[in-house]
Each structure stands twice: as structure tokens, then as C-alpha cells.
């Protein structure tokens, strides 16, 4: 436990994968309802669905059109794109115009990001709306001097961060390749099919993305059904297709007579259904939803144990795990069967039970103070400097006692409230709260 890593990026690169897979959620289930009808009933027609992680983070198509999403989480710390640079490469819009450019120039692109941008970046995102709006309007984007200067700069930046587009821009008598009013002009193609999504973080996105995404649609469907079943049954669809292991129509079995001779080539359909493993349709997404609706304890969390006695709410309250709190109960037991005949036949007992009280009260005393903090949970830390002190104090024990009896001394003393995980409380209160009605605990 003291030694540390020399990297720690498993946990944050599944919470990235994670979050891609909720804002790809996100965006089936916006196809999801605009497919419904006035009655909640899926247009049969709408052939929309999702490519996960083919061409970029995913591929959301519907009746022949397609946008290409690239999802970019770069830190809680990372405050904006600032530099043109970074907003190609970091940002990934490189990516993006080199897979629209092998799509012929054809799909629309768009960021989503829990960044912000500022200076150049800023401008540029100006003036892809301003290119967006003439050519929805059928207009022609006549560029500025200082647009011009812009869209080379962002030209150059796509040059050192975009594979293969140098070859592209190369001039036809050799030389080092430079951004001519032709680049310029396909970039700002380019930018006129670009849109940037603001996104919640990692650290934010399980808990809105409920009441954010899912509660829309159940209200388009008229039902009452727990919004955080419905989103869960949908978000396992793309926590799969993310890592392509999904369902395909012929399962494990082999490909015989791929390629005969005289044998059609294949077509985008025969492609598309190789993909099936990585793709989610709205049928898909609306079979979720349904069966969700249906059947909503399925989806929900499993529930955590109630537990009723002083010692587990104190030290819950203190934030010591759910182990913890078994072997402290346990040891509790232990102690309290290890006192019940000695009690009952030696008259003596009752005085050497009480001195090792004391005893039990000072360590306790001792320890509270080396680890209480005010304002953070120290539970954890007093159960551990407890355990600690004890092992350092083992011979003044009993004969007929260890460490981990004495320490279930000590949880019974926790269990009269003479011991503490946490700053008091009022544990009646919350003993109260958690029973059920009828139901009791000590």
C-alpha cells in the first residue's frame, strides 16, 4: 500500500471509456425520440442506429446521412482549447477532417467536449457557425482578411497533426506542402459541417445523465417508470458495442466460400452487417426502454444492506467499509461469548472485565486523538491505529486474550457509546430511521 505505482491511468481510462459510453447513450437516445410519433409509437421508417468506435468515438446514420462524433474528456484540471494546435490534436479535430475527407467530404463532424475554448480556438468556432449558416442558406462564405489569416493557421495546425494530409496538400511540383486558397476553401467546407458540444464531466455524468437523458423519452412515452432503470438498460447496450461484443447474426461460426470465383463483391450492406457487433439501432435502444419500463427493479441498483445496531451505524457514519463493519461485529460477538460464563460463575470476572474497560477506554482515548480530524471521515484510521496499539500493548493482556478479542471489547464499548468513528451523534435518531416498522436490532 505505501509503495506507489509508476503510473495510475487504468481507473481514469475506464472512466473515460465510460463516459463515451454515456454521451454515445446520449445521442441514441436523441435519435431514439425523434423517431417517436405523437402516440410514443417508433416510426418503422427511421432507419437510425449508431457505429461505436469504427471510424471515430461513433457514427450516428439515419436515412443516408452520417455524423462523425469524436468524444474528448482531457482533465478536470484542462480548463479550454487556447491554441489552434491543441484543438487538433488534443481535441482530435485533426481525426475528425481526415475521416470526413475518406468519406468524400459527406458527413457532418462534431465535437463533444467538456472543454471550453478561448483565443484562436474561440474565433474559429465563430466562424464555423458563420459557415454553417451560409451553407444551410445556400450561400457562399466569402472569408475576411483576418478569417483568412485564421483558416491558414488552422490549416498549418492540421498539417502537423493530420495523417496523410500533407501527401494531400503536396503541390504538383514538389516542395513542402502550404496551405493554398484551395486548402483554405476545403477547410472551410469543413468548418461550415463542424459543430462543438459542450458535455457534463465524468464526475457529474452518471448522476445527471438519468433526469438529463432518459426522462425526456419517458415522458414522450407517457410512463412513470424510474428514469435511472430506463438509462442504465440503455447505457449497458453501448457499454458492449463500445467494445464491439455485441451479438451477430452468425455467432462464432466460421466464414466458408468467402470469395468464390466468379463471386459478387461485397456490398455496404454486407458490411454493415459485419459490424453488428459494434452497431445499436432503435430497435435496439426501444426493446431497452420497453423492457425497462416492464421490468424496472432489473435495472436498479442492488440494495445495500440495512444495518441496525449502534456499532455498524457509528462506524458507517465514520466511513469504515463494509468489511470493517463485519468483522467488527463479529468480534463484538466474540467478546460478548467470551464473558458470558465467566460472568456467570466468577465472582471476580465482573472487576477484571471492568478494569480491561478502562484500560480498552484509555487506548481508545489515546487513538482518537492521533487521527480525528475535523471536517473528513477518520473512521478507517482510528479502527487501524486501534488494532495498532493493541498489538503494542499485547502482553499487558490477558492470558486468556488476543489482540482481535480486545478489539471486540472495543466494539462493544462502541456499541454502549462509549466509543466513537466519528464526531457524536445522535445514533437512537438514526437506529429509528432504519428499522422497519415491527423490526428491531441492538
Not at 483568412?148 to 514538389?174: E, M, Q, V, Y
Not at 516542395?175 to 465524468?202: K, N
Not at 468489511?323 to 463484538?332: D, F, I, K, Y
Not at 466468577?346 to 475535523?374: C, F, G, M, T, Y
Amino acid at each position: 500500500m505505501a509503495a506507489k505505482p509508476p503510473d495510475d491511468a487504468g481507473a481514469r481510462t475506464a472512466d473515460q471509456y465510460e463516459w463515451q459510453a454515456v454521451m454515445a447513450a446520449a445521442d441514441g437516445l436523441s435519435l431514439y425520440l425523434t423517431a417517436l410519433d405523437a402516440h410514443g409509437n417508433l416510426d418503422d421508417g427511421d432507419d437510425g442506429r449508431l457505429l461505436c468506435e469504427y471510424h471515430e468515438d461513433w457514427v450516428a446514420l439515419r436515412n443516408g446521412d452520417a455524423e462523425l462524433v469524436s468524444a474528448k474528456h482531457p482533465g478536470l484540471t484542462f480548463g479550454a482549447y487556447s491554441t489552434l494546435n491543441s484543438l487538433a490534436g488534443d481535441g482530435g479535430v485533426a481525426h475528425l477532417f481526415n475521416r470526413w475527407l475518406a468519406m468524400q467530404e459527406r458527413p457532418t463532424c462534431r465535437l463533444v467536449t467538456t472543454a471550453g475554448t478561448s483565443g484562436e480556438c474561440q474565433q474559429l468556432i465563430k466562424l464555423a457557425e458563420v459557415a454553417r449558416d451560409r451553407r444551410v442558406a445556400g450561400e457562399t462564405f466569402i472569408a475576411s482578411v483576418s478569417e483568412i489569416t485564421l483558416l491558414t493557421n488552422f490549416g498549418k495546425s492540421l498539417l502537423k497533426h493530420c495523417d496523410g494530409l500533407a501527401t494531400r496538400w503536396k503541390p504538383p511540383d514538389g516542395g513542402e506542402p502550404e496551405v493554398l486558397p484551395e486548402h483554405r476553401e476545403q477547410v472551410t467546407r469543413f468548418l461550415s459541417m463542424f459543430t462543438v458540444q459542450d458535455s457534463v464531466t465524468r464526475k457529474y455524468a452518471p448522476h445527471a445523465a438519468p433526469s438529463m437523458y432518459a426522462q425526456p423519452v419517458l415522458d414522450k412515452l407517457g410512463s412513470a417508470a424510474p428514469a435511472g432503470a430506463v438509462w442504465e438498460a440503455v447505457l449497458a447496450l453501448f457499454r458492449v458495442r463500445m467494445r464491439a461484443a455485441g451479438p451477430t447474426p452468425t455467432g462464432g461460426l466460421p466464414t466458408v466460400l468467402a470469395f468464390p470465383l466468379g463471386g459478387a463483391a461485397s456490398t455496404s450492406g454486407d458490411r454493415e452487417t459485419e459490424l453488428t457487433s459494434r452497431m445499436v439501432t432503435l430497435a435496439d435502444i426501444d426493446l431497452a426502454i420497453r423492457t425497462a419500463i416492464a421490468h424496472p427493479t432489473g435495472f436498479a441498483p442492488l440494495p445495500r444492506l440495512v444495518r441496525t445496531s449502534r456499532l455498524a451505524i457509528k462506524m458507517e457514519v465514520g466511513g469504515c467499509s463494509d468489511n470493517t463493519v463485519e468483522r467488527a461485529e463479529q468480534l463484538r460477538s466474540d467478546w460478548t461469548e467470551h464473558w458470558r460464563d465467566s460472568l456467570a460463575f466468577d465472582p471476580e470476572a465482573r472487576a477484571r472485565q471492568q478494569r480491561l474497560n478502562r484500560a480498552l477506554l484509555r487506548i481508545n482515548d489515546a487513538a482518537a486523538e492521533q487521527v480525528k480530524r475535523s471536517g473528513t471521515a477518520w473512521g478507517p484510521q482510528l479502527w487501524r491505529e486501534l488494532e495498532a496499539a493493541l498489538d503494542r500493548q499485547q502482553r499487558t493482556l490477558p492470558d486468556d486474550m488476543d489482540v482481535d478479542l480486545a478489539l471486540g471489547g472495543l466494539c462493544e464499548l462502541s456499541n454502549r457509546c462509549q466509543v466513537w468513528f466519528s464526531e457524536g451523534f445522535d445514533v437512537a435518531s438514526e437506529q429509528a430511521r432504519r428499522r422497519p416498522v415491527g423490526g428491531g436490532g441492538s
